[in-house]
């Protein structure tokens, strides 16, 4: 929290700097635009909110730094939803007829399928840097973007990573919640084509207290592994109470719980060299994950950025460059040139050098941190995808599967 | 196959353990204050919240760190019976119960700006399973057990052998009466606020002790406690006893027939079918 306290400052003293120094100018450019973050701060996904909230703020304090947009320095709002996708509208409300905002960054599945509509009749650009939930492959595509992968393509790797690592027989256990559901769906279909024996297969409701009951077939059947989709709060209390209980296979995690601090909340000793985790990630080896890693720490006391880091700072950034190549300082005119700047054209990493060949008149393709971001139809990218092992208390990178493993 | 309904049961007799802790105090405020407060459930997230700093951060002992818990919830519950719940009292149960909501989300957002984002656990050991006849229990789960049976024993005697419990009751049967008879009502709906927040306490104990804590997580028990609570009807509390037991054994065996995600469905489709049958409740007075 302090951190983003210091970002604000930091940025509130730039727009004010660069105001002064830029003097007069044409009205709009004088006055900047504004995005607005909305992303969770509080519950059980506040550790996304805050890695995402970063994420936006380094690429729009380069940007500002960098001499700022044709339409001004560009000001980011930030708003806390918790989670929840009806304080997202009120919220999101609030940042387009209030602030004027032209773009919303950063909610979670459940705020920006409530928010889609509101997008698309205010003409706002609305975008995820997480959001993999399938209701957005029906409802994306104008307005409403993500760059990330869709839902699926996690079913589709812990299919893959269940059936290499050679199990005779997998658990399922499910938080009921559709983005959980829908990949486990597409998980336990590999699971079958494989002829894996899938021991139980159960959705269960998150906020209990224990889920002692649900375990009490799982264990019976002391399957080699389980696959755990679920948020952070049940899946802890889940892997406690199937160790306790005599669990000693294998477990592959969803992404919920590829943070630092499972190692912390479970115990180190109960998850390594015995626990996986499945995320959309970015190629580490990326030359442009590199240099954004550098950037994060040099910013950050020398923190690595955390999940869905990358794909949030390529988010302000192509927003940014979207409304330099329409000349428009609008959502309408972002939603207009977004799928553009990152499709063909002069390869460019950074919003400078995308500027510099948009004002050549050259057409461009941003590949950022994350990877190339080509939208689909659906509004959607493809992700590379990584598994982590659990290794003396950190998540160690144990296999990635680069875009192209999952395009048909 | 008998061993896995066995096994079944000793889940859903837990559930009922925790569910009877954390509705007693519920059931108590609706007996005596007549209305239904919401913001019982956010008090066992704040003794929870207590307990977790002083094991966690202070690194002190459970049981000390337990009792402290407790006995700060229960002035809490006092404190917000005296300055919120008193001087509204007069407009209706309605109006209070209101009230409770807006309470419940003052508590939740002072949970949420001291504690923060995330979710915590206890710094105490995994449990430790034993077998019994091929069925597994673990100590956590035994303590849970006991933490209900200590509670509900000690609230008996109390009720019956005190003067307080004695006038508590009398206030719940008719307050009016009680008052014309000379009880002190004032200070009888202060032990009453006491103990009922005490139970809350006493629930957050057992919630720390088995549940991963998040701001939100004692809240989501809410509609549990509601069913028990309906369930039980007015009148004695030995109803809840029986109630939270009924609760917890059939959400908890329906796992066995049913997918896991009709768990909470269960819980109120007895209600209904118990109330269609006996509109009392369990217990032998009208709601």
């Known amino acids: 929290?302090?951190?983003?306290?210091?970002?604000?400052?930091?940025?509130?003293?730039?727009?004010?700097?660069?105001?002064?120094?830029?003097?007069?100018?044409?009205?709009?450019?004088?006055?900047?635009?504004?995005?607005?973050?909305?992303?969770?701060?509080?519950?059980?996904?506040?550790?996304?909110?805050?890695?995402?909230?970063?994420?936006?703020?380094?690429?729009?304090?380069?940007?500002?730094?960098?001499?700022?947009?044709?339409?001004g320095p560009i000001r980011t709002v930030v708003a806390d939803t918790g989670g929840n996708p009806e304080t997202g509208i009120r919220e999101a409300s609030k940042m387009i007829e209030s602030e004027s905002a032209v773009a919303i960054l950063g909610p979670t599945s459940g705020v920006m399928v409530a928010l889609?509509?509101?997008?698309?009749?205010?003409?706002?650009?609305?975008?995820?840097?997480?959001?993999?939930?399938?209701?957005?492959?029906?409802?994306?595509?104008?307005?409403?973007?993500?760059?990330?992968?869709?839902?699926?393509?996690?079913?589709?790797?812990?299919?893959?990573?269940?059936?290499?690592?050679g199990y005779k027989s997998v658990a399922f256990l499910i938080q009921n919640e559709e983005s959980t559901i829908s990949p486990a769906e597409i998980a336990k279909s590999a699971v079958e084509d494989a002829g894996i024996e899938l021991t139980d297969y159960i959705?269960?409701?998150?906020?209990?207290?224990?889920?002692?009951?649900?375990?009490?077939?799982?264990?019976?059947?002391?399957?080699?592994?389980?696959?755990?989709?679920?948020?952070?709060?049940?899946?802890?209390?889940?892997?406690?109470?199937a160790t306790a209980g005599g669990f000693e296979g294998e477990w592959l995690f969803t992404a919920d719980l590829a943070v630092p601090e499972v190692f912390d909340l479970i115990g180190a000793e109960l998850l390594n060299d015995r626990a996986f985790v499945e995320q959309a990630d970015s190629d580490p080896s990326l030359p442009e994950y590199q240099a954004y890693s550098e950037l994060h720490q040099s910013k950050t006391d020398g923190e690595d950025p955390g999940p869905f880091s990358a794909n949030s700072y390529d988010m302000a950034n192509l927003v940014a460059l979207a409304m330099e190549a329409s000349g428009?300082?609008?959502?309408?005119?972002?939603?207009?040139?977004?799928?553009?700047?990152?499709?063909?054209?002069?390869?460019?990493?950074?919003?400078?050098?995308?500027?510099?060949?948009?004002?050549?008149?050259?057409?461009?393709?941003?590949?950022?941190?994350?990877?190339?971001?080509?939208?689909d139809e659906t509004g959607t990218v493809t992700s590379p995808y990584t598994v982590s092992a659990a290794k003396d208390g950190v998540w160690v990178l144990e296999k990635f599967y680069p875009a192209s493993t999952f395009i048909e | 196959?008998?061993?896995?309904?066995?096994?079944?049961?000793?889940?859903?007799?837990?559930?009922?353990?925790?569910?009877?802790?954390?509705?007693?105090?519920?059931?108590?405020?609706?007996?005596?204050?007549?209305?239904?407060?919401?913001?019982?459930?956010?008090?066992?997230?704040?003794?929870?919240?207590?307990?977790?700093?002083?094991v966690n951060l202070a690194g002190w002992y459970f049981i000390p760190s337990a009792v402290i818990a407790v006995g700060i919830t229960a002035v809490l519950g006092l404190f917000i019976g005296r300055v919120v719940y008193?001087?509204?009292?007069?407009?209706?149960?309605?109006?209070?119960?209101?009230?409770?909501?807006?309470?419940?989300?003052?508590?939740?957002?002072?949970?949420d700006a001291v504690v923060g984002t995330g979710v915590r656990t206890m710094d105490i050991p995994l449990a430790t399973?034993?077998?019994?006849?091929?069925?597994?229990?673990?100590?956590?789960?035994?303590?849970?057990?006991?933490?209900?049976?200590?509670?509900?024993?000690?609230?008996?005697?109390?009720?019956?052998?005190?003067?307080?419990?004695?006038?508590?009751?009398?206030?719940?049967?008719?307050?009016?009466?009680?008052?014309?008879?000379?009880?002190?009502?004032?200070?009888?709906?202060?032990?009453?606020?006491?103990?009922?927040?005490?139970?809350?306490?006493?629930?957050g104990v057992s919630l720390a002790l088995i549940a991963t804590l998040s701001t939100d997580i004692a809240f989501q028990q809410i509609l549990t406690i509601i069913a028990v609570a309906i369930l039980a009807g007015l009148g004695s509390l030995y109803s809840v006893l029986i109630a939270g037991q009924v609760v917890g054994i059939a959400m908890d065996m329906s796992v066995l027939w049913l997918p896991a995600g009709y768990r909470p469905l269960i819980a109120f489709a007895l209600?209904?079918?118990?109330?269609?049958?006996?509109?009392?409740?369990?217990?032998?007075?009208?709601t």
């Open chain 1, 203 to 241: 959705v269960y409701n998150p906020g209990q207290p224990s889920y002692q009951a649900e375990l009490i077939s799982v264990l019976a059947h002391n399957p080699d592994a389980i696959y755990l989709a679920g948020g952070q709060n049940s899946s802890v209390t889940v892997i406690k109470e």
């Open chain 1, 116 to 165: 889609a509509d509101l997008a698309k009749r205010t003409e706002t650009m609305l975008m995820s840097p997480y959001a993999g939930t399938i209701t957005l492959n029906e409802l994306g595509g104008d307005f409403v973007f993500r760059t990330v992968a869709s839902d699926l393509g996690d079913g589709a790797v812990s299919g893959l990573w269940l059936e290499e690592r």
């Open chain 2, 271 to 286: 209600v209904i079918v118990v109330l269609l049958v006996r509109p009392q409740g369990l217990s032998g007075k009208s």
């Open chain 2, 129 to 203: 399973s034993y077998r019994f006849f091929g069925v597994r229990i673990t100590d956590y789960q035994m303590a849970v057990i006991a933490m209900a049976a200590v509670t509900g024993l000690s609230l008996a005697l109390f009720m019956s052998k005190t003067t307080t419990g004695l006038t508590i009751r009398a206030m719940s049967d008719n307050p009016e009466l009680a008052a014309s008879r000379g009880i002190d009502v004032v200070k009888t709906s202060r032990a009453t606020w006491l103990l009922s927040s005490g139970l809350a306490g006493l629930g």
């Open chain 2, 86 to 111: 008193d001087p509204i009292r007069k407009f209706g149960p309605a109006v209070v119960l209101i009230s409770s909501v807006g309470v419940a989300y003052v508590l939740g957002g002072g949970l």
């Open chain 1, 1 to 71: 929290m302090t951190s983003k306290l210091t970002f604000k400052k930091r940025l509130a003293s730039s727009v004010v700097a660069l105001s002064m120094a830029l003097g007069p100018q044409a009205a709009s450019a004088e006055e900047g635009v504004t995005f607005g973050v909305l992303v969770p701060l509080t519950g059980e996904l506040g550790e996304f909110g805050k890695i995402v909230a970063n994420g936006v703020q380094l690429a729009v304090n380069q940007i500002n730094d960098e001499g700022g947009t044709s339409c």
């Open chain 2, 1 to 54: 196959m008998s061993i896995l309904i066995a096994q079944y049961l000793v889940a859903g007799v837990v559930t009922g353990c925790f569910l009877i802790v954390a509705t007693l105090g519920f059931s108590l405020t609706r007996q005596v204050e007549g209305f239904l407060n919401i913001a019982h459930a956010e008090l066992l997230g704040i003794s929870a919240f207590i307990l977790w700093s002083l």
């Open chain 1, 328 to 375: 428009e300082c609008t959502g309408a005119g972002i939603n207009s040139k977004i799928r553009d700047v990152a499709h063909e054209g002069d390869v460019v990493t950074t919003f400078a050098e995308g500027r510099a060949a948009l004002q050549q008149g050259a057409e461009i393709n941003y590949e950022g941190a994350s990877g190339p971001v080509a939208f």
